[in-house]
C-alpha cells in the first residue's frame, strides 16, 4: 500500500526541479498524478519518468499565471476525475534582480503572475473539487517568504503573499477538511536555480560592458547577504519532495496553516 494510493494529485511546475521529483515519487507512492507544465517534451519525460517507477499520471499543459487556462485545467480535472485529493502549486520564476526603484512595472508583474496569481488561481480551484471529501494543499514558498532579501523586491513580496495565501486558505477551510500549509525551500539544485546564477552572471557582464564595476553591484544583490546553509550544501529536488509530500499525505492531516522551513537551517542564523 502506498501513501497516496487512490488519490488524484496536480503538481504544478511539474516538468523539471523540485516539481518533477514531487510528480515521480507520488506515482511511487501510489498517486495518480496530473503534472502541470508549459513544455510538451519536458511534460512527456515526466510522464515516462512515473512509468519508470511503475506510477501512472498525466502531462497537462497550461500556464497556470492565465486565469482562462487554470479554469479550464481544473474543469478537465471534475470531467475526467471527479475529484482532486492533492495539489502542490510549485510553479514560479525568480525574476529580475532589481531594487523597487528599479523595478519597471513588467518586471513587477511577470514574477506577480507567476509567483502570486498562478498559486491564487490554482487554490481558488483546487478547494472548489476538495470538497467535500477534503484535501490537502501544499504551497511551495521560499525562504524568501520568511525574510528580506536585497534586489529581490518582487520575489520577496511575491512569496511573502504565497505564505498569507496559504494561512488565508486554512483558516477558510479548516472545518472543511482541507489542510493548506506552505514549505519555504532555500538553495535547490534545480534549473530555476541555474537560471537566476545565468542571469545574474549575464547582468554583472552588461554592467562590465558599461565600463562600471560589477562588484559594487553584486555587493547589492540577492547574492550579497547570506547564501548558504547551516549544512553548507543546497538540497536536492528529492530532499524537498518528501518534505512536500509528508504535508501532502494523510500523516500531516492535523497540520495546516503551517508555513515550514525547509532550508538547511538558513534561516536560524
Not at 57 to 86: M, P, R
Not at 139 to 148: C, F, I, T
Not at 158 to 187: E, F, M, Q, R, W
Not at 242 to 258: M, Q, R, V
Request: charged share 25%.
Amino acid at each position: 500500500m502506498g501513501r497516496f494510493d487512490e488519490k488524484i494529485m496536480l503538481v504544478t511546475g511539474a516538468t523539471s526541479g523540485i516539481g518533477k521529483a514531487v510528480a515521480i515519487r507520488a506515482a511511487k507512492e501510489g498517486a495518480t498524478v496530473i503534472a502541470v507544465g508549459r513544455n510538451e517534451e519536458r511534460g512527456a519525460m515526466v510522464v515516462a519518468a512515473m512509468e519508470e517507477v511503475g506510477g501512472k499520471g498525466e502531462f497537462a499543459k497550461c500556464d497556470v499565471s492565465d486565469k482562462a487556462a487554470v479554469k479550464s485545467l481544473f474543469e478537465g480535472i471534475k470531467e475526467k476525475y471527479g475529484k482532486l485529493d492533492v495539489a502542490v502549486n510549485n510553479a514560479g520564476i525568480v525574476g529580475a534582480s532589481k531594487t523597487v526603484e528599479e523595478l519597471e512595472d513588467d518586471d513587477w508583474f511577470k514574477v506577480i503572475d507567476a509567483n502570486l496569481n498562478s498559486c491564487f488561481y490554482c487554490c481558488r480551484e483546487e478547494v472548489k473539487l476538495m470538497q467535500p471529501a477534503g484535501g490537502a494543499i501544499v504551497n511551495v514558498s521560499s525562504v524568501a517568504g520568511m525574510r528580506g532579501f536585497p534586489s529581490a523586491a518582487a520575489y520577496v513580496a511575491s512569496k511573502h503573499a504565497v505564505s498569507g495565501l496559504t494561512k488565508a486558505v486554512a483558516v477558510d477551510y479548516a472545518t472543511k477538511g482541507i489542510t493548506c500549509n506552505a514549505i519555504c525551500p532555500a538553495g535547490t539544485d534545480t534549473p530555476l536555480t541555474e537560471r537566476s546564477s545565468a542571469d545574474i552572471k549575464s547582468r554583472m557582464a552588461e554592467i562590465a560592458a558599461q565600463g562600471k564595476d560589477p562588484m559594487e553591484w553584486l555587493k547589492n544583490s540577492m547574492l550579497s547577504g547570506k547564501t548558504e546553509t547551516l549544512q553548507k550544501k543546497n538540497a536536492t529536488p528529492e530532499e524537498q519532495a518528501a518534505t512536500i509530500l509528508y504535508f501532502a499525505s494523510d500523516e500531516a492531516k492535523h497540520i495546516t496553516g503551517s508555513i515550514v522551513a525547509s532550508d538547511g537551517g538558513f534561516t536560524t542564523y
